[in-house]
């Protein structure tokens, strides 16, 4: 029996054949996540290829949260959370960067549509970039439209960027949440079940948004709906009880999967 | 037998009904009763003040003249003191107070931060004529000796820090009443950042915020909840009477120098009301309570307009 990493190896070979040069945007060895002294995952060994889709899957509890928030240091907010091995981003150790670069660099999208309810639609995509260094007024303009271009919301709402975001629908305002994390312009964005609060329209929506995206960035989405993994990633990775059992290409996982575990988890027999 | 039984239930029914109903018009009583305590305050201070407002008019609110042994009133040199004092002690409570609460609420350790809660709780329960006397023994002299001759050198240029440091006076009395509100502003204000959900931390956070710009973000979310704990800290300041009166040096002028004698609305009243000679001049002190009534009751629904508008908002969500 191959262990995950083998097969992930194995994997990478065979992408070596064809694309020449793999390029993996994160890599993570031996992390482990823990809180107040309980592992929420364990051991973790993946690589994440760029411009892809790479999405997480498994049943309630078994750490695919964890993992992702893992990646852009979201546990730092958690007390009593310690994150243990190491996560590279483009090869680089994640220690070595500076923790708001981190952030930056690796854009989170959340379960529940959070944008800034005291701030306008503009506002809420500019926060970031505000924050993080100012540009000028035409340069702002031009990357709010880029943004919520990218999110598939300009049409929707270029005529009321002025209106509170709060005004629009949920599934508008995640899209909204989105272009805010594409406007500081990162390289990976994370996706913690961006659709799970969301009607099957507005998911459908963002999913085809997901579909644009994997052209500029690395997504890492984790997803309780088995159908969005098969639809949007091109790679998937079971986890179970806090372990990475498999990690492959999504149309393996879910055809021919190695162990015996995902099998049973792809095909409904429990989770 | 099911005549019976329906006739049963029936009998349940209307007994329960006069029950619930006797214990409803009883609620209603009660709910009244605040209603009517309220209206007969008013009715009462109006109605007191007659004479008052007869013979002064709108002038009372506008004179500076009072003079009890020529039976000349007005309220102008209270309101200014009054509203003076408690503009001091926003300004300095308010930095102070946001600062203690972002602490609390954002940064704090939890061990540290049960035990400061509690002496902010602490704080809110020393009765004002401790304040007061703590103001004249230990903070009047203090002013008189260190703070006031240092902002004469520092900063004596300015009118508001020029004149005499005799130690009581509105500064002294700002500072005092800054002490008292900051309790206040500072546990509505924790409260009103702590109900900001994580979820918008998190959102800032990984669009790569620093701490700093995190806790930026969370005040702009939760300005109006400020607003409001500061307007209601302002109304605690304009009403507080017994810690003022022992501080504030109480004579009746309106000098440019903050280290002057002043008087409140509050401190008059409670000075000069057991020893009022005549109707009038008990009158003119009822519609000083009159005029104060009126603008802590101002402050206080403006206060609650804006917690109601933030909590609002929050809910929307």
């Known amino acids: 029996m191959e262990t995950a990493e083998e097969i992930t190896k194995e994997a990478a070979v065979i992408e070596t054949v064809s694309e020449e040069k793999v390029k993996y945007t994160v890599e993570t060895e031996g992390l482990t996540v823990s809180f107040k002294g309980r592992e929420a995952i364990n051991d973790i060994n993946i690589k994440i290829r760029a411009n892809t889709v790479t ?217 | 037998m099911n005549k019976e039984i329906t006739v049963g239930i029936k009998e349940i029914k209307a007994r329960k009904k006069l029950s619930d109903l006797f214990f409803e018009n009883l609620t209603l009583v009660f709910a009244l009763m605040i209603i009517v305590l309220v209206v007969f305050i008013i009715y009462e201070m109006f109605m007191d003040s007659k004479l008052s407002r007869e013979i002064f008019g709108f002038g009372f609110i506008f004179s500076q003249d009072w003079n009890p042994v020529k039976d000349k009133f007005g309220a102008l040199t209270f309101v200014y003191g009054t509203l003076i004092s408690s503009i001091i002690a926003l300004a300095i409570s308010l930095p102070v107070s946001i600062g203690v609460a972002v602490y609390l609420s954002e940064l704090a350790a939890n061990v540290f931060k049960t035990a400061i809660s509690f002496l902010i709780e602490i704080l809110a329960a020393i009765p004002s004529i401790v304040y007061g006397f703590w103001g004249i023994f230990v903070l009047a002299p203090f002013m008189r000796t260190t703070v006031q001759p240092f902002l004469q050198s520092t900063l004596g240029f300015l009118p508001i820090f020029q004149g005499n440091a005799v130690g009581f006076g509105l500064l002294t009395a700002g500072i005092i009443l800054a002490i008292m509100v900051t309790p206040i502003i500072t546990a509505i204000t924790r409260d009103v950042l702590k109900a900001i959900p994580t979820s918008q931390r998190e959102a800032a956070y990984a669009l790569g915020a620093t701490k700093w710009e995190a806790i930026k973000m969370a005040l702009l979310n939760a300005k109006g909840g400020i607003l409001g704990a500061t307007v209601l800290g302002l109304g605690r300041a304009v009403g507080e009477t017994m810690a003022v009166t022992m501080v504030i040096g109480n004579k009746a002028q309106i000098k440019a120098s903050l280290f002057e004698p002043s008087y409140s609305m509050a401190s008059v009243i409670a000075n000069e009301f057991a020893e009022a000679s005549g109707g009038l001049h008990i009158s003119s002190l009822i519609e000083v309570g009159l005029i104060l009534f009126a603008v802590t009751f101002i402050i206080n629904s403006f206060a609650r307009l804006l917690i109601y508008s933030f909590t609002r908002k929050t809910e929307a969500k």
């Open chain 1, 55 to 271: 999405s997480i899957i498994g049943p309630s509890g078994c750490g695919k949260s964890t993992f992702l928030r893992s990646l852009n240091f979201m546990h730092d907010l958690t007390p009593g959370a310690k994150v243990k091995g190491t996560i590279k981003i483009h090869n680089k150790n994640i220690d070595e960067y500076d923790m708001t670069e981190v952030r930056r660099r690796v854009g989170m999208v959340f379960q529940k549509p959070n944008p800034f309810p005291t701030m306008n639609i503009y506002d809420n995509v500019v926060a970031g970039i505000i924050m993080n260094k100012g540009k000028k007024r035409n340069e702002l303009n031009e990357i709010v439209e880029q943004s919520l271009e990218l999110a598939g919301l300009w049409e929707e709402v270029k005529d009321r960027l002025k209106v509170s975001a709060m005004a629009l629908s949920g599934g508008q305002q995640q899209r909204l949440c989105i272009a805010r994390t594409l406007a500081v312009n990162p390289e990976i964005i994370l996706f913690d079940e961006p659709t799970s609060a969301l009607d099957p329209i507005s998911t459908s929506k963002i999913e085809e948004t997901l579909f644009h995206l994997k052209n500029k960035y690395t997504i890492v989405i984790v997803t309780h709906n088995m159908q969005q993994a098969a639809r949007v990633s091109d790679y998937t990775a079971y986890f179970f009880l806090g372990k990475l059992i498999e990690y492959a290409r999504t149309r393996t996982i879910f055809t021919s999967p190695r162990e015996k575990l995902t099998e049973d988890y792809v095909t409904g027999r429990f989770g």
